[in-house]
């Protein structure tokens, strides 16, 4: 759910399809990504349009951040790995 600072809400998005275990905004405020129990990473635009849906991960994505421009994410799992992804879904590094 997306709320105003008062209280309000404004949105519920869906996206997951079971439990989601982390959510990071873009820097610039236009894009939303949600870890999810599924092991994928979906992203929306601000609306709360899915864009894209990340697949590398093999259990819950339990962690997620944006670097300063915007342009990476990188994510960690309880599969004991963390990746850095390209929006594109292109994985540059898995550790």
């Known amino acids: 759910k997306l709320w105003h600072q008062d209280g309000t809400l404004i949105k519920s998005l869906r996206a ?8 990071a905004f873009s820097p610039d405020g236009q894009s ?3 870890g999810c129990g599924d092991a994928t ?3 929306l635009d601000s609306t709360g349009r899915l864009q894209r849906t990340l697949k ?6 339990n ?3 944006f670097n300063r421009d915007g342009t990476l994410l990188v994510s ?3 599969d004991n ?5 390209k929006l594109d879904g292109t994985v540059l590094t898995t550790f």
């Open 56 to 61: 590398g991960h093999t259990a819950h994505v």
């Open 63 to 65: 962690s997620l951040a």
């Open 81 to 85: 790995t963390a990746k850095i992804w």
């Open 76 to 78: 960690a799992s309880t």
């Open 41 to 43: 990473i979906k992203l």
């Open 16 to 23: 997951c399809s079971n439990s989601v275990a982390s959510v």
């Open 32 to 34: 939303i990504a949600y």
